[in-house]
């Protein structure tokens, strides 16, 4: 049966459709897996998040969505794979995140958008900071950073800064310490 087939199966009840996909899928989601990683966890961590994904590819997929389902399938367990790991790195360094003026500070409620006085003051001090961050990090560690804190996952950073993602992880991890040594001066 091919893919599509099973999926229409699975989501009609069958069971053993639900597991021939994610039998036939485990190893592409090992794979993908295996190219992440997870601060303080493993890599079996990471495959079992990608195998909810798979999951949610099996009772989500719609042949008229104009993809095929191993593509659909390939997407729903890289993109919760990729939310796990920055899940992880927000619950972790979550007083780091909460002690920096991160970019579209306003969205936070940390500059009130009636009070332009507050407003100016508040961009005032973020450029402040962020010139101070580009005179006290290398030049990697500080673009790694602004990618961080844009919201981009450590893989996303590897890839815009064509590194490998323990080498984007390493220079985030490296502007972090510096980042909480100095605002702890």
Known sequence: MTDEALARAAQGGDKNAVQTLLERY???????????FLEGGET????????IGLYGAVTDYRADGGMSFKNFA??????????????AARKKHGPL???VPLLGAEIDGL?????????LIGVEEREEFLSMLERELSPAEYRAL???MEG?????????????????ENAVQ???KKVLALVGR
Do not use: F, T, W
């Open 174 to 176: 490296r502007a972090k």
């Open 44 to 51: 079996e961590d990471l495959v079992q998040e990608g195998m």
């Open 74 to 87: 390939y997407l729903c367990a890289s993109r919760r794979i990729r939310s796990a790991v920055r899940s």
């Open 111 to 119: 500059v009130s958008p009636d009070d332009p006085e507050s407003a």
């Open 146 to 148: 602004r990618l961080y």
């Open 97 to 99: 995140n909460r002690s």
């Open 26 to 36: 485990k190893n592409a989601v090992r794979g993908i897996a295996r190219s992440y």
């Open 152 to 168: 981009l996952s450590i893989a996303e950073i590897a890839e815009r800064e064509r590194k490998s993602v323990k080498s984007a």
